[in-house]
């Protein structure tokens, strides 16, 4: 079973587990926008080998005797485990969205836990000469029957990850606390990627850098993610940058034949709030095609994303934090490419800029700065 937090790296890892296992076993996807009856009638029909999905689908289904053979389940993997649990809220669209955050991490919980906890298992199906006794929330004792199984969590981001592998033990998540790996020691970032920052005399000059850099990055080679906060108004920004394009198209879900952009600059908007036919739409409207590509987009496309070909990542809106940061600029420079990170800041947010990147280890280069003209007398 793998879990992951946005229904955009379901799809991803549904995919790529697919072309790995070929016809030799059932890959199923739990993700948001499911149809679990449907579903349910499926995985008691033929059950599957590999389940792909987001914690809140996946409880249901489980929950509700969706999958059977749950206890058969021998390893678990929980993909960019930070964000299920930590960082929902930007990958979500903001505060606005509270109660959607509390609910992913609290599925999550409750699937590692009780579920998928490797002590658990039905009353019925207990033999009494092999169980061990465990206390639950209302600390009774209660007989569960020992299970081997291998749980990981990757991310690249796990803050206080001593914590986090005490906190495993401590909720049940496993037996004892998880081995801590790390593959790349001392490496935040690709060595590829170079950063770079732009500063503005003011926000309201913004807009106008970004057109500009747009315009000199096009080219068909060129894929840039745009990040922005999510109170932005992406689709009126959207429109505004496609306009600043020969023959330039805004995607629109329904209203943009897919065949037509295949050799024209498109821009195309990834939110949360959109459905998931305009999610699905966009994404593919950025991934595929021979010309230019421009997404803007909320931190949805931070997580785990690969998207072929993006070479160059712009903060228009700077993280909260650097591991957001670190996120968002590992959407570029994969596999050895080398790819551009830029930052379009203000005065003021120089010093910000400063801190995200000194805890990364990172250095950022001003390529630009505004000044103001001079006013003749």
């Given at each position: 079973m793998i879990v992951v937090p946005t229904r955009e790296l379901g799809l991803q890892v549904a995919m790529v587990a697919k072309r790995?296992?070929?016809r030799k076993f059932m890959v199923m996807s739990l993700l948001e926008g499911s149809s679990l009856k449907r579903q349910r009638k499926w995985a008691w029909a033929e059950t599957p080998q590999v389940v792909i999905g987001t914690p809140t689908e996946l409880l249901d289904m489980v929950r509700y005797g969706g999958l059977p053979r749950i206890s058969s389940v021998n390893t678990v993997v929980v993909d960019e485990v930070d964000a299920c649990l930590v960082h929902t809220s930007s990958l979500q669209g903001g505060s606005n969205n509270s109660v959607d955050t509390k609910a992913l991490a609290s599925s999550l919980n409750e699937l590692l836990?009780?579920?998928?906890?490797p002590t658990f298992i039905d009353e019925d199906d207990i033999v009494d000469d092999d169980v061990i006794t465990i206390a639950d929330d209302s600390n009774k004792k209660r007989k569960r029957k020992f299970r081997h199984r291998q749980t990981i969590f990757c991310s690249a981001t796990i803050p206080q990850h001593r914590h986090f592998l005490k906190q495993c033990k401590a909720n049940q998540w496993t037996l004892e606390e998880p081995v801590y790996v790390c593959t790349s020691p001392g490496e935040h970032l690709p060595p590829t990627l170079e950063h770079a920052y732009m500063v503005c005399l003011s926000k309201t000059k913004k807009m106008a850098t970004l057109r500009n850099l747009l315009k000199k990055l096009t080219s068909p080679s060129n894929k840039v993610l745009v990040f922005f906060d999510a109170s932005r108004p992406l689709?009126?920004?959207?429109k505004k940058l496609a306009n600043?394009?020969?023959g330039g198209i805004?995607?629109?879900?329904?209203?943009?034949?897919?065949?037509?952009?295949?050799?024209?600059?498109?821009v195309s908007i990834l939110r949360y709030e959109d459905s998931l036919s305009q999610r699905a739409g966009a994404t593919k409207a950025f991934t595929e095609g021979s010309q230019f590509r421009v997404m803007a987009t909320t931190d949805l496309a931070a997580r785990g994303l690969d998207m072929v070909g993006v070479s160059h990542i712009i903060h228009f809106d700077l993280p909260q934090d650097s591991d957001t940061y670190l996120h968002r600029s590992g959407r570029a420079g994969?596999?050895?490419?080398?790819?551009?990170?830029i930052s379009i800041l203000t005065n003021?947010?120089?010093?910000?800029?400063?801190?995200?990147?000194?805890?990364?280890?990172?250095?950022?280069k001003c390529v630009g700065r505004q000044k103001a003209k001079k006013v003749s007398s």
């Open positions: 790995l296992v070929g836990s009780k579920f998928l906890s689709e009126t920004i959207g600043e394009f020969d805004f995607y629109q879900d329904k209203k943009t034949n897919l065949d037509d952009i295949e050799s024209k600059p498109v994969r596999l050895g490419k080398k790819g551009q990170v003021d947010q120089e010093f910000v800029l400063t801190r995200l990147t000194n805890a990364l280890n990172v250095n950022a």
